[in-house]
């Protein structure tokens, strides 16, 4: 679909873990942050059979902003089953989850030099492009949105294999252990998911609020006539529903090493849209896929590739080929990493006319490719790790001017190295270091700093036995660059050239401690925003995230997790 604005913030069914306990086990996470933010997180696993497992998992983020219009309130449900036959030839896996995230808009402040002023100590009476003079709210069980972006996402997923291979026992003084060696495996994979991405900007009697017909005509190329409901409300919707059947087969040609396999799959997918401005695409792609993967028996060589290439469909021409080779080289040394990856993938459906947030005049684009290098060499000893990252890309997709769609024609390249190192200064103090470099060789339409660097200064050791302690200090730091702007009704960020962003290195600091299964930790962050001006002292001096979006002043946030064994 192309929407990306919230991916840190979402659970997907690649990332689910499946459990297999002997007792019930639960996890519980709360954090509390100025300004009301919360985050509460559940976890609960345990074992219906010996061979049948399920989880719960539940998070709830919220936050009223520091901001007008800047209220956030994300959902996560996710369960999982996992099912194995006794007899260890049958398995079945099971995750459903659903994201329910939500978050105002505000276009940005009128002006970033109202953050100098007196008169707006309190950063909530700063005037904002869209979203009128909403009110204040700490109530965490609100899911209002005014104006702001709402997107759904349901997934749910099966997946059955089946295993031809070899029994086996382990007899020891009291038991029999049973043994099972798959050397062929069949694989079914069902997924059915329903996404749904919304924004809106409504009329609110209650604040005497309207949308600016200028600035959505201006910037969106919107006249609010056509898009008008009760009450002027500005509506982009895409919905999509999506069905895919995939059928796999592994070979295993070492017995007793599940890490060595060889894979091929064929996949279809169905795809079905809903949008607000009338249009219904039908599509669907056909796929083809393989993987090999040999992790040594000794683990000193470790080969990765996998390949998918859509044969057919809406999405035909599409491929994705990567291949990793990894080498111990000694304990001392450590290991060494290299790869090479190459993309070639259609645009977003943003990018199609069809979907109700494209805003632009008609055009075509082209398949985008992107062709990456790496290598990495990681050397415990040392508490070392080095990186490099070349990307080669043709086909640059990027949006201007907050709806201009545009495609880079030249090829350009994009370098990026990077060192992590941890420096014991002494038996408890530790300094841990994070540098990346980075330069683009081209005239392609992208900005990135030179350089971003993340130092900790830390106390750090295990006291008491069972208590380990952290705490120190944290500086971040990018180079002087001209960072995107950003595009609140399509919600993407989009290139400039005209304001550079040049801010104060952020200082955080933080205490964590752990004692057996119990954590806790108390952080101050962007002490960097410490001012003494006519106002007095303060936390004013905010950092910028992009042009006219800055970062809150200080920030404390108290953490507390705890997990047991019922």
Request: no cysteine.
């Amino acid at each position: 679909p192309g929407f990306h604005a919230f991916d840190l913030y979402k659970w997907t069914p690649e990332k689910a873990r499946f459990f297999n306990t002997t007792r019930p086990y639960t996890e519980l996470g709360y954090i509390l942050g100025s300004q009301t933010q919360q985050m509460i997180e559940i976890l609960h696993t345990q074992n219906i059979k010996p061979h049948w497992n399920f989880s719960l998992q539940y998070r709830l983020i919220n936050a009223p902003g520091f901001f007008k219009n800047h209220k956030t309130n994300h959902n996560n449900y996710q369960f999982t089953s996992w099912y194995q036959s006794p007899n260890r030839r049958y398995s079945n896996f099971i995750v459903a989850t659903a994201n329910v995230l939500q978050a105002g808009e505000n276009g940005g402040i009128e002006d970033v030099r109202l953050l100098d002023d007196p008169d707006y100590s309190q950063r909530f009476s700063i005037p904002t492009r869209i979203g009128g003079n909403t009110p204040f709210g700490r109530d965490f069980f609100s899911s209002r949105l005014t104006t702001g972006h709402r997107h759904k996402e349901l997934h749910a997923v099966m997946r059955q294999q089946y295993d031809l291979g070899r029994k086996d026992s382990l007899v020891t003084d009291s038991t029999v252990i049973p043994l099972f060696y798959p050397r062929l495996r069949f694989e079914h994979t069902f997924k059915y998911g329903d996404y749904n991405y919304r924004f809106q900007d409504p009329s609110n009697s209650s604040i005497g609020y309207a949308p600016d017909s200028a600035y959505y005509f201006d910037n969106y190329n919107i006249t609010l006539n056509p898009f008008v409901k009760p009450g002027d409300t500005v509506v982009l919707y895409d919905g999509w529903r999506e069905i895919s059947n995939d059928f796999s087969i592994y070979q295993f040609p070492v017995a007793n090493n599940l890490q060595q396999f060889i894979k091929a799959g064929i996949r279809y997918q169905l795809l079905q849209g809903a949008f607000s401005n009338g249009a219904t695409p039908v599509l669907y792609n056909l796929m083809a896929h393989g993987e090999y993967r040999n992790l040594t028996r000794n683990r000193k060589w470790d080969l990765g590739a996998f390949g998918n290439l859509y044969i057919n469909g809406y999405n035909a021409g599409d491929y994705h080929a990567y291949v990793s080779l990894q080498r111990l080289i000694s304990a001392k040394l450590g290991s060494l990493q290299v790869g090479f990856e190459n993309i070639n993938q259609s645009p977003s459906f943003l990018y199609d006319g069809r979907s109700a947030f494209y805003r632009d005049a008609p055009k075509t684009f082209n398949k985008q490719n992107t062709t990456h290098f790496f290598g990495s060499l990681v050397n415990p000893a040392l508490k070392l790790q080095l990186r490099a990252d070349y990307y080669l890309l043709s086909n640059y997709l990027y949006l201007k001017q907050y709806s201009k769609l545009q495609q880079e024609g030249a090829i350009f390249n994009l370098l990026r190295v990077s060192a992590h190192k941890t420096f014991d200064i002494s038996r408890h103090w530790k300094w841990h270091a994070d540098l990346y470099v980075q330069q683009k060789a081209g005239n392609a339409e992208l900005n990135v700093p030179l350089v971003f660097t993340r130092n900790r200064l830390a106390f750090e050791g295990n006291f008491f036995k069972n208590l380990h302690l952290a705490t120190g200090l944290e500086v971040k730091y990018h180079t002087p660059y001209k960072a995107d702007d950003y595009s609140p009704a399509l919600g993407q960020f989009f290139y400039q050239d005209s304001i550079t962003i040049s801010n104060r290195p952020e200082v955080a600091a933080y205490f964590n401690f752990r004692i057996r299964s119990f954590k806790a930790y108390v952080r101050a962050e962007n002490l960097n925003a410490v001012s003494f001006d006519e106002a007095g002292f303060g936390f004013r001096s905010n950092n910028l995230a992009a042009p006219a979006y800055p970062y809150p002043g200080m920030v404390i946030r108290v953490g507390i997790y705890w997990s047991f064994v019922n």
